[in-house]
């Protein structure tokens, strides 16, 4: 799985580098590192809406460090899940 999130100047000064941090200690926290990469991005054309991560490829924008954890917590950890199994 590929998360990525906007480094794009709005995000950043929106609050990006919160929401990159918060992901980060998720990762970690469940021991994702080999199956998620969290990566920065360019400008996804979605500034207005504030911070916007797209993971595998499905845009989310106007993001908090608090909907960034509920996005990890929804999205993340089911379809790792659903794709299953040890590895
Ligand atoms: S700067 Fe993030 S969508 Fe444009």
């Keep these: 799985?590929?998360?990525e999130v906007?480094?794009?100047s709005s995000c950043?000064?929106?609050g990006a580098p919160a929401v990159i941090r918060i992901l980060e200690s998720l990762i970690t926290k469940y021991?994702?590192?080999e199956k998620v990469v969290l990566k920065g991005?360019?400008?996804m054309q979605q500034c207005t809406q504030g911070v916007t991560i797209r993971i595998d490829g499905a845009i989310h924008s106007g993001l908090s460090k608090e909907d960034a954890s509920r996005l990890f917590h929804h999205i993340v950890l089911p379809s790792l899940e659903a794709a299953g199994g040890e590895d």
């Design 6 to 8: 906007c480094v794009g």
């Design 41 to 43: 991005s360019f400008c």
């Design 1 to 3: 799985m590929v998360i």
């Design 31 to 33: 021991g994702l590192e």
């Design 12 to 14: 950043y000064l929106r």
